[in-house]
């Protein structure tokens, strides 16, 4: 009898364990690091992350570190010392935060690396981004199809420059990386020309994605390698992101170009800058990456984790931080145009037409 008691008691733990509610938000709360404020896109990932967490019920520890490594450091060791339950870091430099996670690892603290993959840290528990290789392929494609390169021979080639961002910054690799694997087989046949000879990484980052470093770098190629509307011919820059492209625009803006002549130049994340040039005809297209949809599925993970379930993920075995395969959430990026961005920005509510005026 004692037995079948004791058999009784336990099947009525267990049912009670697995009808037991899911925990709530509470006043659990999550840090959120951001990069800088400098950048229109970070500002919305940020405000968007915030906006749906405190929804949720979190509450929300939002930083910025103005693109400053150390403060970056110290935002985060404040975020932990002070209680945060979860982390959602969107780093600076990729390689520079081994050390502070170490401590959100010894408190069993979650991190999420947020767009861009924290490396050589075996505390990253997750990583949310758009699919960052077919970036770079969307606007290496969009080049190949506009110059119409297929058709094209060593004897009528397409004059090209090219730009990526931050070395530090992993999603480098994917973003350039997936534009060469399209690019390169056109630059090693001679149907492109870059006339300055670099094709490297390391030749075309550009330091902190900074508008005013890729300007600087775009009027010496001019000056260089005599690029002008009526002289040596350039048809196309690719730019990895905006806040280059829109350095890019304005060299070539000086130098005389007008939406008549204007050079082929990408882009992405159609910061408002950018938009505006789609739509004057003075850039090319921008990639969307709608930063709703990536902050909305952070939140969804954040929310997993706070309350003990699986994090949704889509991904396992792409992102190798150094430590190990990343379990990643991929979202998908579409790229925007002259002709579709009203359907994309201002129908979607991203933003209104008076933004884009």
Same mark, same amino acid.
């Given at each position: 009898m004692k037995k079948i008691i004791s058999l009784v008691l336990a099947a009525l733990m267990v049912t009670s364990a697995f009808a037991a509610p899911k925990k709530k938000a509470g006043n659990v709360k999550?840090?959120?690091? #951001?990069?800088? $404020?400098?950048?229109? %896109?970070?500002?919305?990932?940020?405000s968007n992350m915030k906006k749906s967490l405190e929804k949720q019920g979190y509450v929300v520890d939002l930083q910025y570190? @103005?693109?400053? !490594?150390?403060?970056?450091?110290?935002?985060?060791?404040? *975020?932990i010392s002070t209680g945060c339950k979860v982390l959602v870091i969107a780093s600076i430099d990729g390689s520079a935060l081994k050390s502070v996670l170490a401590q959100a690892k010894t408190k069993k !603290?979650?991190? !999420?690396?947020?767009? %861009?993959? !924290?490396?050589?840290?075996?505390?990253?528990?997750?990583y949310a981004t758009f699919d960052n290789y077919k970036v770079g392929v969307f606007q290496g494609q969009f080049l190949v199809d506009k110059l119409g390169l297929d058709k094209r021979t060593k004897a009528n080639p397409a004059y090209m420059e090219l730009f990526t961002g931050d070395s530090g910054d992993n999603n480098v690799n994917f973003f350039f990386g997936g534009a060469m694997d399209i690019l390169t087989p056109y630059i090693n046949k001679g149907v492109i020309v870059i006339k300055s000879g670099q094709k490297t990484k390391a030749q075309?980052?550009?330091? @902190?994605?900074?508008?005013?470093?890729?300007?600087?770098? *775009?009027?010496n190629l001019i000056?260089?390698?005599?690029?002008?509307?009526? $002289?040596? $011919?350039l048809d196309a820059v690719y730019s990895s992101n905006d806040s280059c492209a829109n350095g890019i625009t304005n060299a070539l803006v000086a130098a005389g170009y007008t939406a008549d002549n204007f050079p082929l130049v990408t882009g992405q994340d159609c910061d408002i800058t950018s938009t $505006? @040039? #789609?739509i004057k005809g003075i850039q090319a297209m921008s990639v969307?990456?709608?930063t709703r949809t990536l902050a909305s599925k952070v939140v969804e993970m954040v929310d997993a984790l706070c309350k003990g379930t699986q994090p949704p993920i889509n991904d396992n075995k792409t992102y190798n931080n150094g430590t190990g395969i990343i379990p990643s959430f991929l979202c998908e990026p579409v790229f925007a145009t002259k002709e579709n961005y009203k359907t994309l920005l201002i129908d979607s509510g991203y933003y209104t037409a008076k933004q884009l005026q």
């Open positions: 999550v840090g959120v690091s #951001m990069p800088t $404020k400098d950048l229109q %896109r970070w500002n919305q990932d940020g570190a @103005n693109n400053d !490594i150390a403060t970056q450091v110290s935002q985060v060791e404040n *975020m !603290i979650p991190v !999420i690396a947020y767009d %861009r993959l !924290i490396m050589n840290s075996d505390a990253v528990s997750y075309c980052a550009t330091l @902190n994605w900074s508008t005013e470093e890729a300007q600087k770098r *775009m009027e000056s260089s390698q005599g690029y002008g509307p009526t $002289k040596q $011919k $505006k @040039n #789609m969307f990456k709608d």
